[in-house]
């Protein structure tokens, strides 16, 4: 192994053990920002089979191995002596971490999307850890309550906004990969990850389910849309109508449900203007052209 490949790793455990004095379970992972340690059941003659999570005891399970255990962290660096970076699990106790990963790819600007969804929800952003990609982006570290599971996304709070959650992780600063170095933000790095904000949590969540006795046709998939914004109590109409609205564009139905979910939301108490904006951004959230038709069109 080349000198500066050993001093990576040095240090990557190095501030793996640091992160685990302050509660946070760490792994150890490649320059590809993947986990460094392969599977031990990748040889195995049924990969279908049910996914073993750490049971049988050997390293390479990913996330699962994750530890705040100074012993057990040296021996995942031990057993994978390549490694230059680590990662911190997602959904753990103590802090139930949930990452906000605002990506510069594909010329999204996904600062302006979170600034835009924090107006239009109503909820900031908390002073809390920043580390700093080596693309430019920027993971923004928050906590959520024990008894929530903050699922993994990508794109699906708005194009641009990744979001690590339980069986997640995310890049620790001080990692070295092969394109750059993750670092704290100025300023951050003494914070404690900061709890999300309610407003925020509920997007992060999917909607309840309920039974369907069978694929629901397009048509179907729009009656239940306009029906999961109709039972939305106060507080939680925006929200609802928002959640509804993206998922109508992402599955072709956008323009043909612009005016039932306007009227759904007016029937729960929002007025059409506040409802068309809404819809709108939405519109804007999933990559498409907000409608023209309809009442209240500019």
Known sequence: ?????????????????SAAERGLAVIPLSRTKLPALR???????????????????RFGHGVYDASTDPVRIRELFAAAPWATGYGIACGLPPYHLIGVDLDTKCGTDSSAALRELALRHLFTIPETVVVRTPSGGRHLWLTGPPDVVVPNSAGRLAPGIDIRGAGGYLVGPGSRTDHGVYTAAPGTAHLAPAPCPPSLLRLLLPPPRTARPAPAAAGDHGHGLVQFVLSAHEGQRNTRLFWAACRAYENGLGPTLADPLTE??????LTEHEARATIASAARMTGHCPSQRGRGAP
Do not use: K, N, Y
């Open 1 to 17: 192994m080349a000198t500066t490949d050993r001093q990576a790793t040095t240090l990557a455990l190095a501030h793996a053990l």
């Open 39 to 57: 599977s031990p059941h990748r040889d195995d003659p049924d990969p279908a089979g049910p996914r073993c999570h750490g049971a049988c005891g």
């Open 264 to 269: 759904a939301a007016r029937t729960t108490g």
